[in-house]
């Protein structure tokens, strides 16, 4: 089990880093490791908040999951305001990818390559790595991270498997092309942000059709929201949170039930309700974690347990 960590949190929240420590063994940096933080200007690269959740593995044994080499968010403006020919933003890329993967080699032992590529309707989406190198960016940012670390796990992440059947048949084609030409790819993280409302049979496509793939498979950003109408004023009540528990059950059960050697873990993404960046995304309230605001056990909790049982 992993979750997503907020570097302030692990320095100034004793319960926090309490709770981490005690509970998880993989740890991904919820942002410290996104572009923009560690490569802030083009000849500038930013260690100091990454290397701190490193060096925190480090001395608890846990792993570190990395997240992420290539996403079209969380780009510094030096990127997005990058003036050149198709070589120079290739080098762009591959510069990027290279320093970071070199510079964490045999201490971040696996990576999101690239987040996010596809749109829902199983399409590309049209972003910024699309517009200046083609379709094929996705397979070089693979080589990229294989060329400067032959030993990493190298993961394509990305939503919407439980709810696109278009959108996940479209990643399996990928890998398999990958698989076919290949392309190093070890990895299918899904990232698994769904609603206590969301069916068995779709967890189960999701789950199975990414094990079928042979790959290794990450839930890599778990939560399960609540508050699916964004009704300002829900608050969580014994029933809803019951709900949770029995679908994070079923998720670990089916995860669990997939070949052993493809099971790289469950990742939340956050650990508490109260650092969870789905309020903020949805803009309404929500307990999407484990755990609550005080870092107390939830129901959800026991439902990991019962579910990995
Ligand atoms: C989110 C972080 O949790 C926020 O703090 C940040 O403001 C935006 O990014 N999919 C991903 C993650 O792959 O990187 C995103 O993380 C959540 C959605």
Known sequence: MGASLNVSLMKNNIKYNG???KEYNSITAENAMKFDALHPAENTFSWNDADYLVSF???????VHGHTLNWYMALPSWV??????????EN?????IQTVVTYFKGKVKSWD??????????TLR?????QKLGTDYIARCFQYANQADPDAILFYNDYGHEYSAAKRTAIINMITGFKNRGIPIHGIGMQFHITYTQSDANISAAINSAAATGLKVHISELDIRLNTNLALGLSLTPALAEQQAARYTFIVKTYKAIPTAQQFGITTWNVGDGDSWIPNW???PDW?????????????YRGIIEGGK
């Open 282 to 284: 949805q803009g309404a």
């Open 126 to 130: 049209n972003s910024i790595w699309v």
């Open 92 to 96: 762009l890329l591959k510069t990027h």
């Open 57 to 63: 593995a480090q001395a608890n044994n846990k792993r």
């Open 113 to 122: 390559v690239v987040n996010e590529a596809f749109n829902d309707d199983g």
């Open 288 to 300: 999407p974690l484990p755990f609550d605001a005080n870092y107390l056990r939830k129901p959800a």
């Open 80 to 89: 997005t305001n990058f003036v050149g020919d198709s070589t120079a933003w």
């Open 19 to 21: 709770v981490v420590t």
